[in-house]
């Protein structure tokens, strides 16, 4: 036994010694060349290629002073024969620096002063760094998908390791200066005007960009009235109303796309310009993109929805609330889904930008808990809304008892809950207070309801008389006897019922229960109730019996 794990720790031992060497390989800190721009002459004194940052230092000093064949140096130019590299290299080196101040922002912090480009980690520890051999400048879109601008450390034979602009980023030079570099209206422009001015911006777009976002300002106002007039050619009220719905989103789509087309194919910015131009010009896309589609989607809803409260509240109208209600929470899903997915995208896109894109992700906690801070009472409202849509203890067209008003719920909007008075008053109210505050819902499942009728009569009063007549009219409108638009609000008759609650010195309380299937006209059918019950008193009272108490027992306050 013994024996037979000991070879098997030997095996295991042989098996890692094995892999060691194929371990080193991948970790080798360059990349092995047999030649480095051998058609080339030989490279400049002062040149520095020993580190990361000495080489972009070099590069941008050549640049500057226009020294193309220096910065040729600093490329790696392998993919082309020697014998063109001396004709290609000052060429590929000029159109490298019209990329680089326009499109790239360098991550200068990124680029360590030591020969083996190491990353530091998260702590003062640098044992948890590594050694790097290709570090990213930039990436660049270039028409369907995206390139990178890299530095790679290469070794050539016999000769010491050198940072220079890897070869396939070379290869991509010539592609992203067609796409990038001077357009033909630029080329015309004076030669003053293409010179680096204010802020190391070009002479012309300090005086440019001025007048064209006021064109875009100009461009967005036509928009708003052109949209608003075509709406009103439209003769079919829902293409009228989506028109007009599309104003500002149309607006901002127009403004964006003017100021887009305009930086990126009639005058390229420059890299400063463009790396807090390139996330507004999203943001705009994604925000008219968003906004169009919400605003039609609820125009949409809002057509299709019943917006007749009192029709809602018909008890035969039950299911017609159910739909409301369900469309109302659907139109809330959708606009929240609407927003999420824009926000994704941005959040998607922005991340191309370098530096915004990290500096949103650096600070998307404080973010975070800066806006939850902000927004918890909208975001407890939002979800409120959604709990009544799909538990439906409120819904569009219930009538209920609220803190002692009788209301009618019109809308169920994504922060308050628009209550209708009696009275016709509106009273809005807080989703989160709606839904934790107890309220009476008398239009869920059975909407009869028994009011009490409480009427005192004197100690000898016939109630058995205005019993058999306060059922008797029941019975006539329950049958549909009575007519008017009112005659089937009351009943059914088995529900009513007379009772004598209580007697005291003022005379005998009679309650006379009215059974009412409509929690819309309880109200009205009480009172016209309570009228007819005192008018059959006062027709009886003094022929054989004493209905109503005597006069000055009236008058006597209650004790």
């Not at 941008?60 to 220096?70: G, I, M, P, T, V």
């Not at 016999?158 to 592609?175: D, F, K, L, T």
């Not at 209600?325 to 930008?353: E, P």
């Not at 009228?531 to 009236?554: H, N, S, Y």
Request: hydrophobic content about 45%; overall charge negative; glycine content about 6%.
């Amino acid at each position: 036994m013994t024996a037979t794990l000991l070879r098997l720790a030997l095996l295991l031992w042989a098996a890692v010694f094995s892999l060691l060497p194929l371990a080193a390989k991948a970790q080798e800190p360059w990349f092995e060349i047999s030649r480095l721009n051998a058609g080339l002459a030989p490279p400049p004194a002062d040149i520095q290629r020993d580190t990361p940052l000495g080489a972009v230092e070099s590069l941008q000093f050549y640049l500057r002073h226009e020294n193309y064949d220096a910065a040729a140096h600093l490329l790696d130019l392998s993919a082309i024969p020697p014998e063109r590299q001396s004709e290609r290299g000052p060429v590929l080196a000029r159109q490298l620096g019209s990329v680089l101040n326009r499109k790239v922002i360098l991550p200068w912090d990124e680029l360590p002063d030591r020969p083996d480009g190491w990353l530091t980690g998260t702590t003062d520890n640098e044992a948890v760094g590594r050694v790097r051999r290709s570090i990213l400048l930039d990436a660049l879109e270039m028409q369907d998908h995206n390139v990178s601008l890299r530095l790679n450390r290469v070794k050539p034979a016999n000769r010491e390791p050198v940072w220079v602009i890897s070869a396939q980023s070379v290869g991509n030079i010539a592609p992203l200066f067609n796409l990038y570099g001077p357009t033909d209206l630029e080329k015309m422009l004076p030669e003053w005007s293409r010179e680096r001015g204010f802020g190391g911006l070009y002479r012309w777009e300090v005086i440019l960009l001025p007048f064209a976002m006021l064109v875009a300002l100009f461009l967005g106002w036509q928009t708003l009235h052109g949209v608003g007039w075509a709406a009103q050619l439209w003769h079919r009220p829902l293409y009228q109303r989506m028109l007009r719905a599309l104003r500002w989103p149309a607006t901002v789509l127009v403004t964006t796309a003017f100021i887009s087309f305009l930086t990126q194919n009639v005058l390229i910015v420059s890299g400063t310009v463009g790396q807090w131009l390139s996330p507004v010009i999203i943001t705009g896309y994604i925000f008219g993109a968003t906004l169009g589609l919400v605003l039609v989607i609820d125009v949409i809803f809002d057509r299709v929805t019943q917006k007749d409260p009192h029709e809602l509240a018909d008890p035969e109208n039950i299911h017609l609330r159910s739909m409301a209600t369900t469309i109302s929470g659907l139109r809330k899903f959708v606009v929240v889904s609407a927003v999420l997915l824009g926000t994704g995208v941005f959040l998607s896109q922005v991340t191309h930008t370098r530096s915004l894109g990290l500096s949103l992700l650096a600070s998307a906690g404080a973010v975070t808990l800066i806006i939850g801070f902000a927004a918890r009472e909208v975001l407890g409202n939002i979800l409120a809304a959604c709990q009544i849509a799909l538990n439906r203890s409120a819904r569009i067209g219930d009538q209920l008892l609220f803190e002692g008003s009788f209301c009618t719920v019109e809308r169920i909007h994504f922060t308050y809950v628009q209550l209708r008075i009696w009275n016709g008053n509106r009273l809005v109210v807080p989703v989160s207070y709606f839904v934790s505050d107890a309220f009476e819902n008398w239009s869920i499942e059975e909407v009869g309801m028994v009011r009490p009728i409480i009427l005192t009569l004197s100690q000898s009063a016939d109630v058995d008389a205005l019993r058999s007549c306060f059922l008797k009219w029941i019975e006539e409108r329950d049958n549909g006897i009575e007519s008017g638009e009112d005659a089937r609000d009351v009943g059914p008759v088995e529900g009513a019922n007379v009772r004598v609650l209580e007697q005291n010195m003022y005379g005998q309380q009679v309650r006379f229960e009215l059974p009412t299937p409509n929690p819309g006209t309880f109200w009205q059918m009480e009172c016209e109730f309570r009228e007819m019950l005192m008018k059959k008193a006062r027709e009886l009272d003094g022929l054989d019996v004493t209905m109503l108490p005597p006069e000055q027992m009236r008058d006597r306050p209650e004790a």
